[in-house]
């Protein structure tokens, strides 16, 4: 298995790195690495910072494995949303370095972070969903429904609107922009800080500010596994 994800670890902050080569897809292969890395993120109790290559943070779920359809499609979707529902409960904080284009599960991961902090530049970050003729998920309705401003809900889910960072920010996918060669310095800067939060406390009040979002995102994802016949 190739390597897709990098995991750096130094002065109480993780970096965590997406890359392809390409837009980032998130295959199964390149979810397995990532939950690897939050798991031994998790062990190591730091801030994290999930970031992508240059241009492109996550084009969203790999194409060519949604296409086949089937369980291998279905279990590759559920995995993302369940990494999603598992990043906005994390028991440290975490910071989204969103590097470029943020599309469809790319911008759902994007969502799920404490803090997002995006590159200027001629980028798209949004759900495309209904766009490509696909019904926007339980999952994807709640998890735009958690952090996107009320103005923007459904301009971004039902007519599928896709922003540049700019006005991602008002939109509520990302928290600030900055150029694209001050962004990873941006991002250490606010893990640093974050860091230096209890992290016990920390996650007390990220899991009672978030209690109805995750209870609201885990009812989503059983409906999206009835939706397809799935019981677990």
Do not use: W
Not at 208 to 222: M, Q
Request: overall charge neutral.
């Amino acid at each position: 298995m190739s390597t897709l994800v990098t995991y750096r670890q130094g002065d109480s902050i993780t970096t965590i790195t997406m890359d392809d080569g390409k837009m980032n897809a998130l295959s199964p292969e390149m979810l397995s690495q990532l939950n690897d890395a939050f798991d031994r993120a998790e062990r190591d109790r730091c801030a994290v910072i999930l970031t992508g290559r240059a241009g492109a943070f996550s084009g969203g779920f790999d194409l060519r494995v949604l296409r086949g359809g089937g369980p291998d499609a279905y279990g590759m979707v559920r995995t993302g949303f369940v990494l999603a529902e598992r990043i906005l409960s994390f028991p440290a904080p975490v910071v989204v370095a969103c590097t470029g284009h943020a599309i469809a599960m790319g911008a759902f991961l994007v969502l799920s972070g404490d803090y997002r902090v995006g590159a200027a530049g001629e980028y798209k970050i949004g759900a495309n969903e209904v766009a490509i003729g696909i019904t926007m998920p339980f999952f994807g309705v709640e998890i735009c429904r958690q952090r996107l401003a009320p103005a923007h809900f459904n301009r971004a889910v039902i007519n599928a609107e896709i922003y540049r960072p700019e006005d991602a920010v008002a939109a509520g996918f990302l928290d600030r922009i900055v150029p694209a060669s001050d962004l990873q310095v941006v991002a250490r800067t606010i893990a640093a800080d974050l860091a230096r939060l209890d992290m016990g406390v920390h996650t007390a009040t990220k899991l009672r500010a978030r209690d109805h979002a995750l209870k609201a995102i885990r009812a989503a994802i059983e409906a999206d596994d009835a939706a397809v016949g799935l019981h677990t």
